[in-house]
C-alpha cells in the first residue's frame, strides 16, 4: 500500500512507514488531501461468504509488486545447533519473524543498503530481533533470515533495495555490538530443535512396528479412528490410557491442528500444509494473530510438540479480534477468518515507505471507517483497489478494505488487518480472574 495514514498520535509503527515519501508530485498530495475523508463502511453488514474463490492465492506470494526481475539465489545457509555465531541485525523492524515465513523489504537508508550489500557477498544470512510489546530495552531472542531473491534500483535519486527473504533459525542474543558504519552486529546462540521420540517408544515391540504403515501409505478405507487405535495399541502394556499419550503424539496433535484450523478458514487445503511436524507448528505460529507477546512466547519453545500444544490452546480460546489501541472495540471474530494465499490467512507485506504489515485477509470486519478513495497502486492482491481503514473509536490504523476491479474476481470484497493493530481476545477461565499475565495460560 502506497500509504496508511490515520494512524493515533501513539501509533508509531505507522509513523515509521510514513517518514519516507517516495512520491514526491504535489498534485497527487492535493489529491490525496482532498479524499482525506472518513467514511462509514455499510458492505460489512450485507457481506456473504462466497461459495467459490477465483482469485488466484499464488499472485501474493510472488510479491509481484516488488518486481519482476529480481536476481534469484538457490542453496541453504544452516548453522549448526549451540553454535555461536556473528551475524548483522536488520535495523529498523518491528516484525517479530518466525522461521519458514517469509519477509519481503524496501529498504532506503544508506546504511541498511550498505549492510544488504555486504550481506549478500557473504552468507546472505542477516538477524531479525524480536521485540515484544513489553518494551524491554534489548531484545534477548531472535531468528536469522537467508536472503533468497535480491534487486538494487534507483527510485527518484535514492538507492532502494528490495529483498525477499525467508526464515530460516531461532537464536538467543548473547552481545550486540555498534561498528563505526554504525551497523549492528549481534552475537548470538543458534537454538537447537529438541525432536522428541515417540511416546509409547519404549513399550512397542520392534518385530510389529514394521507393520505400522506410515499415514502417507494407509488405504482410502481405513479411518483415522481406526489408525489412531493401531498406533496407540501398546498403551494397554502401561499404565496409563492411549488418550494421554495422543497429547504429546505430533501426528494427533497436528490433526487436531489441522481440524482447528478447518474452522477458521473452510477453503483451506491440507496438501498445502507442511507435513513436518516442526515446519508445520511455524507455520501455524505464523499464521496466528496474535500479539507480539504470545508469538515471542511460541519463538522460545524449542520442540515442536510442545509449540502445537500451546498453538490448539490459543486458537481453541481466542473468540475474536479487537483494536489494540482501545482494546474493547471488536474488529472481526474468527469465524471470518479465510486464505487468500497459499501462505495461509496471514503473511507480510511491504509498502513503499519500507514498513512491513503481517496482514490476516477475513471477509467481514466491524467498527471501522474508511479514508480516502480506493486505489490500486501497489496493491498486494492483484486485481483488488484498497481503502485505508481506522478504528472508529479511537481513529488507530487498522488495515484496509480491498475491493475487487472485475465483476468476475471472488470473494468481491474483503478486509486486510495488521496484525500489529489488533490484540487477540482470550476470555479469562474459572481460575484466571485476578491472575497478571493470565492470557498466557497456554504456556
Known sequence: MADER??????INDNMGNQLQLLPDNEEEEEEEEDD???????SEEAEKPNIITFDPSLPTSHAYLG????EFHGRTVHDDDSCQTIPVLPHTAVMLVPGQTLPLQLFRPQEVSMMRSVIQRDRTF???AHSDAGEPEAEFGTTAEIYAYREEQEYGIETVKVKAVGRQRFKVHEIRTQADGIRQAKVQILPERIL?????????????RLHMHPSSKPPTQSCKQAQCWKFHCASLTPWPPWVYALYDSESLMNRVKKQLHEWDENLKDDSLPTNAVDFSYRVAACLPIDDALRLQLLKIGSAIQRLRCELDIMDRCTSLCCKQCQDTEITTKNEIFSLSLYGPMAAYV????????TLTVYKANNLNLVGRPSTLHSWFPGYAWTIAQCRTCGSHMGWKFTATKKDLSPPRFWGLTRSAMLPRIPQGDGDEGREGSRLFCL
Open 68 to 71: 519482476s526481475d529480481m536476481e
Open 127 to 129: 538477524a531479525v530481533l
Open 197 to 209: 521420540p515417540d511416546p509409547l517408544s519404549a513399550v512397542q515391540l520392534t518385530s510389529l512396528s
Open 6 to 11: 490515520g494512524g493515533g498520535e501513539n501509533n
Open 37 to 43: 475523508m472518513e467514511t462509514e463502511d455499510r458492505d
Open 351 to 358: 509498502n513503499p515507505h519500507g514498513y512491513v504489515h503481517e
